[in-house]
């Protein structure tokens, strides 16, 4: 079930979500968005494939808002909507991927992007970007000039048997399938994923949205790392309380 406001027009907007996935790399992507962009929740998802949660606002310390395992924000400038997935999942994808492309043809979304990440030790190349993408969306694929502009490079795997494991993502979540499922119902999507080990990954999640925005332009640039970010408060808290000073 999505619950999102009506009147609301969502046509031809960007759907952006991330894949839970190794290191959480597209989840951390999601939350500098929201928090730079300093969004505002308008809706939420509920479906059995991910575990039910609830907690306060991630990015607003003084917000009466609470979050849920699945919620929408909004950016109207750049015409985006983002979902951002909080629970690892467990259920049958099917209905997830069901009730997702109901919510993109009702509201005419034109385009889908899938934030993940994959075991480094999988990448064939170690001397090349640890950027890599999958798309089916016939606007961005037709655009030379704007893909070696990205410097991104197409994701292959070790088969050359021409089949849906070709695009196989080790460690990426569901954002294989869920790819797959958009593909044959006809809707345009991109998977961008970045190769990385698990521990701190914030750096790896600067790197998958240096890479996201390059495309979209979504955020300021710098010359120093490229774009301007500001972490969620939440972020204080991802490894953990600090030790207590009695242990010294």
């Not at 395992?69 to 951002?84: G, M, R, S």
């Not at 790197?207 to 979209?216: A, D, I, R, T």
Request: proline residues 4%; glycine residues 6%; negative net charge.
């Amino acid at each position: 079930m999505i619950k999102i406001a009506e009147e609301i027009d969502l046509e031809d907007y960007t759907l952006i979500l991330p894949s839970v996935a190794v290191g959480n790399v597209g989840q951390l992507s999601i939350d500098l968005l929201i928090s730079t962009l300093n969004l505002q929740k308008i809706g939420s998802m509920w479906s059995s494939m991910f575990l039910p949660i609830i907690g306060h606002d991630p990015y607003d310390k003084k917000s009466s808002s609470l979050c849920t395992a699945a919620d929408f924000y909004l950016e109207t400038t750049c015409k985006i909507i983002l979902l951002q997935l909080r629970s690892p999942y467990v259920g049958n994808s099917t209905d997830f991927y069901k009730k997702l492309v109901q919510f993109i043809q009702l509201k005419k979304l034109s385009k889908i992007i899938i934030l993940t990440s994959s075991y480094d030790y999988e990448r064939l190349d170690r001397s090349d970007s640890r950027l890599r993408y999958l798309s089916s969306d016939n606007s961005l694929l037709n655009n030379e000039q704007l893909l070696q502009s990205l410097h991104w490079k197409e994701h292959t795997t070790r088969t050359s048997v021409e089949s849906t494991e070709n695009c196989y993502i080790p460690g990426g979540g569901f954002a294989n399938g869920l790819y797959n499922y958009l593909r044959s119902v006809n809707v345009p999507c991109t998977v961008l994923f970045y190769y990385c080990s698990e521990g701190d990954n914030v750096s790896d999640a600067l790197m998958l949205l240096k890479g996201l925005n390059q495309w979209l332009n979504i955020l300021e640039t710098n010359s120093d790392t490229g774009i301007n970010v500001i972490y969620p408060p939440s972020w204080e808290y991802l490894f953990g309380n600090p030790p207590a000073p009695e242990i010294f």
